[in-house]
């Protein structure tokens, strides 16, 4: 077999099974746990299968990356959406991570989510899931990358939303989804931008070369604008600078999907993005600026909210969320080598954490055990290096996670409210609002919903 | 001028309207003599839609009635159109079936079916004003909106009226000389039928207030786009260009404003109106925006918006007649965990309404931003905007009425019925697998688009010149 | 609570109201206390403590209780209606037993010579109401066939009755008649949540919860948190409020002017008394409604406002910091938020009191539908309806209205509970008319002698199955040795014994004298892997050591996921295999030997050791209720129990009830270490225990979750036991083996078709899988506490759901032995029957819901989410296959020893006559039992509609089958004889 075609399967694989496994529920078919475990556990080997070989053969060819092209998707009189695909030597190690680890964090769940009324709903959108995430990393354009980006979205917020009969894992999906459409809006703009300024989206228009070592074909204010908009979008997914308030919200899900989306695959998308687009960031000044204040800040600001968190969930949101502030440095410092070890590093070791959080309260005990009973004491050297007034002052804007949910629930969302129910003037009331008052249908009863209404009393 | 082979168009509004005529007549026959009708029309209109693609989208006149015809840019419509009927009449509830209401339903149908077969401005206009019969006559009784929606059908078919006793003044059906008093009123007609911003509240109201699934089809029947459409294909005034950009920025006010505007809603009804309305505007921004790409993504986005928008509608009014609070819900109902079908079709078609990709609605609207992205970038941007707002308010909408904790009074409610899960499933299916395999389906939209586009490029070639 | 006086300074402001009076105070004190009840009272989570969940309720009848709780926390009494209906359908509910629960209860005539009441609720319970509302009533006309045909479940005469009547004639009727109800009065509001829910839309606990988790979170965190709070010894009230009025902070919507409030108290320097009155004052909460509205405003934050509360009353609950807790200061502090909330939103805090909160959307049609299907149900047909005078009109629908959906859920609760007893009862007075199953020798080969606990159940009927000739016994887990104990890996003592009892002696391990230098080293290297492990996890966290060992360390734990995911059993045997070879253990000793009298423990105060006569007390306490006075086989094993299990915050609630959540090994070791002593010996036979010199007490440890048994101090053994060991060792690993494939049957994922060894295997890897919920069942099914001798109960199949207790009523003359077996059985197996009873029920309300979303909080307990309330009562996956029935106590004595025995206790009294467990008397001699009905009052069982099977051995029994089974006798002579 050749990479290419083993690459191509690589892709099919999650997305064919969720469709069909998706379509054959939707026409009121079902699929047993046992089958769908069965299922799934022989896609990951031989999706694990596939990554190996890919691996192999450009190992033992030599090859520094393998293109598929797949024609277009559908054209338009001289517009076509191509459909290619690539692994290279950036991509080949968040393909492996991403299949690795959501094949693990499956097998997990087969255990853990078993009797779940969701158990089916969920390995559907796990499936889906590593489609869209494959789509990312093998994506040999903007445009198909923004396919697979939406369809990682989508599934994390609906499964942050998974236990959906509670009240807040709903509110904090929807939140979640808000930020992300907010931040996708980065990436499509830029998209349209590329297209507008190159004529194309695909990195092989983009860029010349091959990563890494590839260098860029725009220059000047369009690069800028472009990567900018890039560096916002990325910053969304990986829950960085602007939009670095999600990620705590998005602890109500079940413990696998916290693990393989926001230890694990997701959140290292936008670094992914990042790394992709690499050359473009570094020739903007702006751009390149602009990652490393992302970085630094958000880094900074995780770390100190995630030193107050007493939850292990929490803490172990704002501990990732403080790593990729780290690999946001190193892009945009240029290390892409040592983002790209990181990234893989910090990936399994956030994994393994995220599905051992309910052990943290044994685990704790047995580490206190060990120790005599006397666990090393943490946070001392606030008591030494800072006054008091300051150490509370800190301690404050971590315990408030940096006012960012004040902020935009102050600043942003109540504004739009606000216009938007400005915005009502230019709606005249044609119908009195019955309905509003009085609680009953808006409208007659149908013919057979008055049988039910009361005759009139006789007197 | 060549023929049909056979008189499938005026069989197909011939069979609406039989069918309309003997509900009316025998209301107790129930939905089977409706269901005939639609399916026996939907044959028709596919006949004829088969043969125009064999003809290479080239117009073709009815066999027996001469003002009707069927050409590239109608012919699928009216197939959509045509099942789209038969998909609300089959799922409607009993409650939106009993007395006169089928029987409106059929009416507006055929009215719509004979505005996209006409073949002048005459019977078009008598397809506007048929659309109008139902609402006027009480044909779905009496609810609090169908004095509204009535003044407003009324209002755009006067203007279209006018527009043609305009252009019949100076002697002329067609555009190259017309008047500018009757492009100003087709303008009129085309905001109050479609409403565009600020004349949008009309059909919020008919939402809220009217008969959802009669509101579904008239919402859907795009005879605005249309209208559009179809002066667009023709030879165009300089100054119409002009109008037309006015008329596409008036477009993206309207998303734009309807998808910040549904921020403030809570009504499931309104939400959707919103949502609906705000992305049924992308159709005219890209039939504005004069090229390929945008035409095409409108014309596709026409089939996304008739197909997603109406699952939409049906669920949500499957759900009124199942539970009363859905109405005016007071917290969010939960119902996904009674009826997670219904939930799943609601998403599918919700996201395919936002343009998720894997959907139909991304290649429309994929095609959308390209093509406004060559003409007007900012259009461009602003409708990603109005996407995003809307993408979150569909979301919105959805936890609204399937998440959350399910109120205690809500007791065994069905699922999707097989009478409901078919039609839902046939929308989804066309959704997703268009999605996945749209170089399938947006061919169909080929030739009326590359039609329309030739007229403004030979137009603007001419203009040169 | 103190009456100290608080100075007239504190809080006098001048033109403030003035200081509260004292009397002011003490209102206020003895209200949040009284509120205070309703609160969860489970502790942190290491510990989980089984407790009646309506523990607060218990001075009521168990039906009443039900009902007022679930008004109160807004939860489920009983079962859901189709549950029941359900299980009717499935026959667990005989119509019988549903007649005899009607029987039971009050007659009255209600349309004369036509209709009772008994008719009537029997009507409505069989076949049972439709379920239809006013608010989806649409669509059944609609869509359904309400209106067109009448129901197709009807009994013959109702039908034929309605035979010649229309639905839509019955129907109209009912809407003639029926005079329309009235909406209900709206009612005021119980705390501004309410009020502004339906005036504005806002969740005020949305807006004040989020602050007080966060808050209170990091106050009690006991070690997550890298950075704890600072200021905590000011109190919690204090700490917040300096920490939340920083000037730098940015508040969320309707918090704006909290900083303000929250300074001007500090300035004010009020302490969290006052601050509550002033705020009460300020919401315009008048005196006498203090309590309710204390309480409303508490349960919107249960779990952790409980969590407070239980660690003000007992500090020494925190596991590592303790923390200085007070309600008032959590009080004053959530109504701080409150008022400057409500003061946001209304511009006037006491606003909100007149405000009228949405009323339940109102449904006339709902009592329509009610009496049309009731009509259907009793055969009414329209004319009858129509024709009925009106005062019986009126008496139909009131009495109709009175037959609920809550009191029909009772009544049918009420006969689940009685086939259940009668499935039990019965079978076993079959049992009792069959010869007896024993072992068949003059002398036990060994007897053995295990936890009460129903998990043991299964082992000790193995054990006797695979040999005849070992008899076992079941007595309270902590074996009479209520210890502080510390093993050699422990970093200090923990109480091993009931949560009421508080330990006089401490017990220590001590690594034997010729082993030292391994415990050194032993310790040297947990101290090294405690650092390692303490800074792995904190350095992959944090800022820049996260970076270094995230980027160049963090691949290496791919191989322990992967590996423990993909073959977690040949994981842990690695793991096993390192520790031998790095933490080489060194045998140990218990120091449990006091010379002196009086050698207390300078520090804790605890007594070191057992004197000579306080070893003989502990292990005649044991020895003397379970009836082994004299005749002991030469081997005895005590073995305590324990569960280990992954990844699991809710190991507590697996392990030994009676050593207060923690493993009962050490109290069996030291119990057969004890029993070894010839001094002890000597003092027993003073108390007519003779034990023969040949006997050796053997200590050990069972796992309920992996089914592993170890024996402790075999060294210690006289060699000529040797033989005996070996014998009994070969007999429990088949009996574990075995008992191990029983457990399997009820584990979906298990399958079916294991072989025994499969089977063990299974139970294994359970304890090993990082992604398993359901270790083990814990205590789910449990249903029956047996107080008897295990002649009643041997060669009975009790499917691991009946507590058994040993008790010999015939060694018992004075019932002495009787008031302390059930003074401790009765509070512990009704605590857990009833926990498990009401997290069943309502598995939100009560219990924790599902564990999948569960997220450790400040390692005390669990909170759904990032942000939410602390969890309490026990999870989904833990109670999934449970049977929410009381627990039925069948006591082998005569019915007037129980009683007299149980009356005398005042709690047991209070516990029984108001029906929180079930009881019934089986006479030692004669077998006859008698159920107790209440009141004094007792009912001989009679009838014999339950059958018992008989089965050569439990394995054919229950072999592919996963439901509860029915009891059944196991009599392995028929295998012989077969």
């Avoid at chain 1, 054959?24 to 694990?48: F, Q």
């Avoid at chain 2, 006559?137 to 305009?166: E, K």
């Avoid at chain 3, 009862?425 to 936890?451: S, V």
């Avoid at chain 3, 296959?881 to 020893?897: A, G, M, N, Q, S």
Wanted: with cysteine.
């Amino acid at each position: 077999m050749t990479p290419q075609i083993l690459l191509t399967t690589l892709v099919a694989i999650p997305g064919a099974l969720f469709l069909m496994i998706g379509l054959a529920w939707l026409a009121g078919g079902h699929l047993s746990e046992k089958a769908m475990a069965g299922v799934s556990r022989l896609a990951y080997l031989v999706m694990t299968f596939c990554v190996v070989m890919i691996g192999w053969k450009m190992g033992s060819a030599g090859l520094t990356s393998v293109h598929v092209n797949l024609g277009n998707w559908f054209t338009v009189a001289e517009y076509g959406f191509p459909l290619s695909l690539v692994v290279d030597r950036l991509s080949l190690p968040f393909v492996a991570i991403t299949v690795i680890l959501a094949g693990i964090v499956g097998s997990f769940s087969v255990r853990y989510l078993h009797r779940d009324p969701g158990f089916q709903r969920f390995f559907l959108l796990l499936h889906l899931f590593a489609f869209g995430a494959l789509m990312v990393f093998t994506a040999d354009s903007l445009d198909l990358l923004i396919g697979g980006w939406e369809v990682v979205g989508i599934t994390s917020v609906l499964l942050i939303g998974f236990f959906q009969y509670r009240r807040d894992p709903v509110r904090n999906a929807l939140r979640v989804f808000g930020t992300y459409r907010v931040a996708d809006l980065n990436i499509l703009v830029a998209v349209f931008l590329a297209h507008h300024w190159c004529g194309t989206a695909s990195w092989g228009g983009m860029f010349t070369g091959e990563w890494p070592g590839h260098t860029n074909n725009l220059a000047g204010t369009a690069a800028t604008w472009i990567a900018v908009l890039l560096v916002f979008a990325a910053s969304g997914k990986s829950a960085q600078g602007p939009f670095c308030g999600w990620l705590a919200r998005a602890m109500e899900g079940p413990t696998p999907s916290s693990a393989v989306f926001y230890g694990a695959i997701s959140v290292h998308a936008g670094a992914y993005l990042l790394l992709r687009v690499e050359p473009l960031i570094r020739s903007s000044p702006l751009a390149t600026g602009l990652v490393i204040f992302i970085g630094v800040t958000t880094a900074v600001l995780s770390t100190m909210i995630h030193r107050t968190c007493a939850d292990a969930k929490t803490g172990l949101a704002y501990a990732s969320q403080t790593q990729l502030g780290i690999i946001f440095v190193e892009i945009g410092l240029g290390w892409t080598t040592l983002a790209i070890l990181h990234i893989i590093g910090h990936a399994m070791v956030r994994t393994m954490q995220f599905l051992r959080s309910p052990s943290m309260l044994s685990d704790y005990h047995r580490v206190h055990a060990a120790a005599g009973g006397r666990v090393g004491a943490t946070g001392e050297q606030y008591d030494s290096l800072l006054s008091k007034p300051v150490q509370v002052m800190l301690y404050r804007i971590a315990l408030g996670r940096g006012f960012y949910d004040a902020i935009v629930d102050r600043f942003l969302i109540a504004p739009t409210r606000t216009v938007a129910r400005a915005l009502s003037v230019f709606e005249p009331e044609w119908v009195k609002d019955r309905a509003s008052n009085s609680r009953q249908p808006a409208e007659t009863p149908g013919m057979i919903t008055q049988m039910m209404t009361r005759p009139a009393p006789k007197s | 001028m060549t023929h049909l082979s056979l008189p499938c168009i005026s069989f197909g509004i011939t069979a609406l309207l039989a069918g309309s005529a003997v509900t009316l007549v025998r209301p107790a026959a129930g939905r089977r003599p409706a269901i005939i009708s639609a399916l026996v029309s939907l044959l028709a209109f596919a006949l004829a839609a088969l043969e125009v693609h064999h003809q290479h989208g080239s117009r073709l006149l009815d066999a027996w009635v001469p003002w009707l015809e069927a050409d590239a840019l109608d012919a699928v419509p009216m197939v959509f159109f045509a099942s789209l009927t038969l998909v609300l009449i089959t799922l409607a509830p009993r409650r939106d079936t009993g007395g006169s209401a089928l029987s409106g339903m059929l009416l507006l149908a055929a009215a719509t079916e004979i505005a996209y077969a006409a073949s002048n401005l005459i019977t078009l206009a008598t397809g506007w004003w048929l659309t109008a019969v139902p609402f006027a006559f009480r044909f779905f009784g009496n609810p609090p909106a169908r004095r509204v929606v009535s003044v407003f059908l009324i209002g755009g078919a006067l203007a279209l009226t006018g527009a043609i006793a305009a252009l019949h003044a100076t002697a002329l059906t067609d555009f190259s000389h017309v008047s500018h008093l009757a492009m100003w009123l087709i303008v009129l007609a085309v905001a109050l039928r479609k409403g565009l911003f600020p004349l949008h509240s009309w059909v919020v109201t008919s939402f809220e207030h009217g008969p959802l699934l009669p509101t579904a089809l008239l919402f859907n029947g795009h005879l605005g786009a249309l209208l559009i459409a179809r002066s667009e294909a023709v030879t165009l005034p300089h100054f119409a260009h002009q109008v037309l950009d006015m008329l596409s920025i008036a477009a993206l006010i309207t998303a734009l404003i309807a998808s910040l505007r549904s921020f403030a809603e809570k009504k499931p009804r309104r939400l959707l109106a919103f949502v609906c309305i705000s992305q049924a505007s992308f159709i005219l921004a890209g039939l504005a925006t004069a090229n390929a790409e945008g035409i095409t993504g409108a014309l596709v986005h026409w089939l996304v918006v008739t197909a997603a928008s109406s699952g939409l509608i049906a669920i949500v009014r499957i759900l009124e007649v199942r539970v009363m609070d859905v109405t005016n819900p007071e917290s969010d109902l939960g119902l996904a965990v009674k009826a997670p079908r219904l939930a799943t079709f609601f998403l599918i078609c919700g996201l395919a309404l936002i343009g998720l990709p894997g959907t139909l609605g991304y290649c429309a609207e994929d095609l959308l931003f390209h093509g406004a992205l060559a003409s007007h970038p900012f259009l461009g941007v602003a409708l990603l905007v109005a996407t995003a707002f809307n993408a979150i308010n569909l979301i919105r909408l959805y936890s609204l009425l399937f998440l959350g904790v399910l109120p205690k009074h809500v007791i065994d409610i069905p699922d999707a019925l097989p009478r409901e899960r078919w039609p839902l499933t046939a929308c989804v299916v066309f959704l997703v697998l268009g999605g996945i395999l749209p170089g399938r389906v947006i061919p169909w939209r080929d030739a009326a688009a590359h039609e329309i586009e030739t007229a403004i490029g030979l137009k603007k070639h001419g203009g040169h010149h | 609570m103190s009456t100290h006086a608080h100075p007239p300074s504190c809080g006098c402001q001048g033109h403030d109201p003035g200081p509260a009076s004292t009397a002011t105070h003490e209102h206020l004190r003895h209200a949040l206390e009284h509120a205070s009840h309703y609160l969860p009272a489970q502790g942190p989570i290491g510990v989980f403590v089984h407790h009646n969940t309506l523990h607060a309720f218990q001075h009521k009848r168990f039906e009443d209780a039900v009902v007022e709780a679930s008004r109160i926390f807004k939860t489920e009494p009983y079962l859901s209606e189709q549950a029941y209906q359900e299980e009717r359908r499935r026959g667990r509910i005989l119509d019988a037993d549903i007649d005899a629960v009607l029987a039971s209860e009050e007659d009255a005539e209600i349309l004369p010579g036509r209709l009772t009441r008994r008719q009537l609720r029997r009507a409505l319970l069989i076949p049972g109401v439709r379920r239809v509302n006013g608010r989806n009533i649409a669509w059944e006309v609609e869509e359904g066939d309400l209106l067109t045909s009448f129901r197709k479940d009807l009994d013959a005469t109702a039908a034929r009755a309605l035979a010649s009547d229309s639905p839509a004639e019955l129907w109209k009727v009912c809407t003639t008649r029926l005079q329309p109800e009235p909406p209900p009065p709206p009612a005021r509001p119980l705390r501004p949540r309410e009020a502004m829910l339906a005036l504005r839309s806002v969740d005020l606990d949305g807006v004040v919860n989020a602050p007080m988790i966060r808050l209170v979170g990091a106050y009690l965190d006991q070690g997550i948190a890298y950075w704890p709070m600072p200021l905590r010894e000011l109190g919690l009230l204090k700490a917040s409020r300096r920490i939340m009025s920083q000037s730098v902070s940015i508040y969320r919507a309707h918090l704006s002017k909290i900083g303000q409030e929250l300074r001007d108290q500090e300035a004010r320097d009020l302490g969290a008394e006052d601050t509550v009155v002033l705020m009460l004052e300020r919401l315009g909460v008048p005196e006498e409604e203090w309590e309710a509205y204390l309480a409303a405003e508490l349960l919107g934050l249960p779990g952790w406002a409980g969590l407070v509360h239980c660690l003000e009353k007992d500090p020494a609950l925190a596991p590592h910091d303790r923390v200085r807790c007070s309600l008032m200061e959590y009080m004053a502090l959530r109504l701080t938020y409150t008022a400057v909330a409500v003061e946001d939103i209304l511009g006037d805090a006491r606003a909100w009191r007149s405000i009228t909160p949405n009323a339940r959307p109102h449904d006339p049609l709902t009592h329509q539908a009610r009496l049309f299907d009731a009509a259907q149900l009793l055969g009414l047909s329209s004319t009858t309806l129509k024709e009925l005078p009106l005062s019986q009109f009126e008496a139909l629908c009131q009495e109709l209205e009175k037959c609920h959906e809550v009191e029909r859920r009772r009544l049918l609760h009420q006969a689940y509970e009685r086939r259940h007893e009668r499935q039990i009862l019965i079978p076993l007075a079959r049992h009792l008319a069959m010869p007896r199953i024993d072992p068949g020798t003059d002398r036990l080969a060994a007897q053995a002698i295990f936890c009460i606990d129903e998990r043991e159940e299964s082992l000790r009927r193995a054990i006797e199955e695979v040999d005849p000739s070992i008899e076992t016994y079941g007595a309270a887990g902590f074996f009479g040795c209520a210890i502080d104990y510390a093993g050699i890996d422990d970093a200090e003592g923990v109480s091993l014994c009931p949560v009421v009892v508080k330990p006089g002696h401490e017990v220590r391990e001590t690594p034997v004298e010729d082993e030292s230098h391994l415990h050194q080293k032993r310790q040297f290297m947990r101290r090294l892997w405690a650092r390692v492990v303490r800074n792995g996890s904190i350095s992959t966290r944090t800022l820049v050591r996260g970076s270094l060992s995230t980027a160049f360390l963090g691949f290496l734990s791919l191989f322990p996921m992967a590996l423990r995911i993909l073959t977690p059993l040949a994981y842990a045997k690695l793991m096993r295999r390192l520790n031998d070879i790095f933490l080489p253990e060194p045998r140990t000793e218990l120091t449990f030997m006091r010379d002196s009298d009086e050698s207390r423990n300078a520090t804790s105060g605890l007594m070191q050791g057992f004197s000579v006569q306080e070893m003989a007390d502990r292990v005649s306490s044991v020895l003397g209720p379970v009836g082994m006075h004299n005749g002991h086989a030469r081997l005895v094993v005590i073995l305590g129990h324990g569960s280990t299990s992954l990844n699991n915050p809710f190991v507590s609630a697996y392990c030994c009830g009676a050593c207060g959540g923690r493993s009962g090994a050490p109290n069996a070791r030291l119990f057969a270490l004890m029993a070894n002593r010839p001094a002890v010996r000597e003092r027993l036979r003073q108390k007519g225990i003779l034990i023969p010199e040949d006997t050796w007490f053997l200590g050990g440890y069972h796992d309920t979750c992996n089914d592993n048994i170890d024996l402790y101090d075999v060294d210690l053994m006289p060699p000529g036991h040797q033989a005996d060991l070996a014998h009994v060792r070969e007999s429990l690993d088949k009996a574990r083996a075995r008992s191990a494939h029983e457990r399997t049957r009820r584990f979906e994922l298990a399958g079916t078709g294991l072989s025994v060894e499969e089977g063990l295997r299974h139970v294994q890897e359970r304890a090993e899988h990082l992604g398993e919920p359901r270790p083990e069942y814990g205590h789910c099914t449990n249903a029956v506490a047996v107080v008897g001798r295990r002649e009643t109960t041997r060669g009975l199949f009790l499917d691991r759901r009946a507590f058994l207790v040993s008790y010999d009523a015939t060694k018992d003359p004075e019932d002495k032995a009787l008031a302390a077996v059930l003074g401790a059985v009765i509070p512990v197996c009704g605590g857990i029957s009833l926990e498990y009873y009401f997290s069943t029920v309502d598995n939100e309300g009560y219990g924790c819901g599902t564990k999948l979303p569960h997220n450790i909080t400040g390692l005390v307990g669990v909170m759904n989410g990032y942000q939410g309330d602390i969890r309490t009562g026990l999870p989904l996956q833990t109670v999934e296959i449970h049977e929410p029935v009381r627990i039925l106590f069948v006591v082998e004595t005569t019915p007037e020893r129980v009683l007299g025995v149980i009356h005398a206790n005042p709690l047991l009294k209070e516990f029984l006559e108001n029906r929180w467990i079930r009881l019934a008397a089986l006479a030692p001699g004669s077998g006859v039992i008698q159920v107790y009905r209440g009141g004094g009052c007792w009912e001989p069982l009679q009838g014999d509609e339950e059958p018992l099977p008989v089965a050569p051995s439990s394995l054919a029994y229950y072999s592919g089958k996963m439901e509860h089974l029915p009891v059944a006798r196991i009599d392995p002579s028929l295998t012989k004889a077969a």
